[in-house]
């Protein structure tokens, strides 16, 4: 198993454009999250989806979209970034199995917004 | 508004010491508590959790403190070691999929 894998691992991107950040897992987690960490605010919740086509919004959702429609892949989309977004991304996932509040999280995105 | 307050933001100790650190949360409706371990450049890694029936759990050299009525908890490292310097984050969860962080705390372990 690779885990939760996350694409790109850096991205630059300036104010206004739109990009993708991939998630995937291959060990069929029901539950995949996304979070952003900044410095002295620990990481937050973005966005977080409890299975293939339901999402629901996290502690700090505006700026950002997603939507899954796979059970392994759970994308989230900046649809007009801002210098506030400049962040490390890290999604997670769990399983509903055995301990589904388990949470393993990928390596991490870093973005800047310039 | 900070849901879980972690405390302190940074710690150095000794090789031996038992570095703690403490995590308070407000929402009775949380049901599960880990503690995760991040080295720099990577993501975190639960470490050790725990549920609000127990007041203990111990891991290895890992301890989790909870007390329900207080809505506190927090990590003991037994015996720290160099290797254990990193960041540490509490968190709390009522909902797989839905962790909410403490602020994190930079451990270092002086040789």
């Known amino acids: 198993n690779a885990g939760v894998t996350q694409t790109p691992k850096f991205q630059v991107l300036k104010t206004g454009q739109s990009m993708t950040l991939q998630c995937a897992q291959d060990m069929n987690h029901e539950y995949m999250s996304w979070y952003r960490q900044d410095p002295g605010m620990g990481l937050r919740l973005i966005h977080y989806?409890?299975?293939?086509?339901?999402?629901d919004q996290g502690e700090v959702p505006n700026g950002y979209n997603v939507s899954r429609s796979t059970t392994e892949d759970f994308p989230l989309r900046l649809l007009s970034a801002a210098p506030s977004q400049t962040s490390v991304y890290f999604c997670?996932?769990?399983?509903?199995?055995?301990?589904?509040?388990?949470?393993?999280f990928g390596p991490g995105t870093r973005l800047t917004v310039t | 508004q900070q849901q879980v307050k972690q405390s302190p933001q940074s710690l150095i100790v000794q090789k031996g010491g038992i570095p703690i650190i403490n995590c308070a949360y407000e929402n009775t409706a949380f049901d599960y508590f880990p503690w995760y371990q991040q080295f720099p450049g990577k993501g975190p890694a639960l470490l050790i959790a725990i549920r609000p029936d127990v007041s203990e759990k111990k891991e290895g050299r890992f301890t989790i403190s909870f007390n329900k009525s207080a809505k506190q908890f927090s990590l003991h490292i037994m015996d720290s070691q160099p290797g254990d310097s990193a960041t540490y984050f509490c968190?709390?969860?009522?909902?797989?999929?839905?962790?909410?962080f403490g602020q994190g705390t930079t451990l270092q372990v002086k040789p």
């Open positions: 989806s409890v299975g293939a086509g339901i999402t």
């Open positions: 997670a996932s769990s399983y509903s199995g055995t301990e589904p509040y388990e949470q393993y």
């Open positions: 968190a709390a969860s009522s909902l797989p999929g839905k962790l909410i």
